[in-house]
């Protein structure tokens, strides 16, 4: 490993590391991370990192049930509007849009 930067705060210091990666897996991340917005093979595999160390939360299989019978309750018109349920509940102030 070497430190390519050094400006003394260690959590933004750069280092260099050597890694073997098959060839398909190499050809594959060269292909694709300007469509993923990333300038450079380096900052493509440094983005995908820090994904690794702090992974996006998963919704869970209950959540999922729970956003399809919401979705499904909408298509057969079992939902309201905001505005329209808080005029139900006796919350409409008058000025609020649909």
Do not use: C, F, H
């Not at 098959?22 to 994904?51: H, N, Q, T, W």
């Not at 160390?53 to 499904?72: G, Y």
């Amino acid at each position: 490993m070497s430190t390519d930067t050094d400006d003394g705060d260690d959590r933004n210091r750069m280092e260099k590391v050597d890694v073997r990666v098959p060839a398909g897996v190499l050809e594959a991340i060269d292909e694709e991370y300007g469509r993923r917005g990333y300038a450079s093979r380096s900052e493509a595999i440094r983005g995908a990192l820090r994904d690794w160390l702090n992974p996006s939360p998963e919704l869970s299989d209950e959540i999922l049930d729970d956003l399809e019978e919401s979705r499904e309750q909408r298509e057969r018109g079992e939902t309201v509007s905001a505005a329209e349920a808080r005029e139900r509940l006796g919350l409409d102030d008058g000025d609020t849009e649909e």
